[in-house]
């Protein structure tokens, strides 16, 4: 029962987004009672928690156990960015419309997001190696994350780049802020 009201939940955010699912619409998609949603998630946070897990697992969100493994951390990258393009443009709706929905005012979750700690892991694999201490590492770790980044993806390719074409200046960007040719 919990499986389902978790799959209708993540099939209504990625249809029309978290802000125009209902209670009653996750219900009625589930096939259950509202009293049956609540009684499985007493509030919106735990079932949310649980929507982006499922919605993580079902979308094959890639992990860091294949990116650790490229020990060229420009390589790795560029794996990485493959994988993460791919996985976005599949999953191009559903992160829209989620993002959409996102409010930066919003206090903050009580329950770690799933999402979130999965990014955290991806951009650990990612920072590993790069053997530069000028520019700090904080610089490189932001270039990195910018350039794992949904947004980032959607702004190089909306503007007509191809996914490859994008790979590629964000590989050159990092490189030039490891290698000090690009001043931080």
Avoid: K
């Avoid at 259950?32 to 949603?37: A, G, I, K």
């Avoid at 490229?70 to 599949?90: G, K, S």
């Avoid at 794992?148 to 074409?165: I, K």
């Amino acid at each position: 029962m919990r499986e389902r009201i978790t799959a209708a939940t993540f099939e209504l955010h990625a249809t029309v987004g978290p802000s125009r699912t209902t209670i009653r619409a996750i219900a009625d998609r589930a096939g259950v009672q509202r009293h049956t949603v609540y009684h499985h998630f007493p509030d919106l946070e735990t079932l949310y928690q649980a929507c982006t897990e499922h919605g993580i697992r079902v979308t094959g969100m890639p992990t860091a156990a294949g990116w650790s493994a490229i020990d060229d951390p420009a390589a790795r990258l560029r794996h990485a960015l493959t994988e993460m393009f791919a996985w976005y443009r599949a999953n191009e709706r559903m992160l829209n419309n989620v993002m959409s929905d996102f409010d930066p005012t919003a206090p903050p979750p009580s329950i770690p997001d799933p999402f979130e700690i999965r990014m955290g892991e991806l951009l650990d694999a990612l920072g590993a190696d790069w053997a530069t201490d000028d520019p700090p590492p904080a610089v490189l770790g932001a270039v990195l994350a910018h350039a794992v980044a949904f947004e980032t993806w959607r702004s190089l390719t909306g503007g007509g780049l191809t996914d490859a074409g994008a790979i590629d200046i964000l590989v050159a960007l990092a490189m030039g802020v490891a290698d000090g040719s690009i001043p931080p």
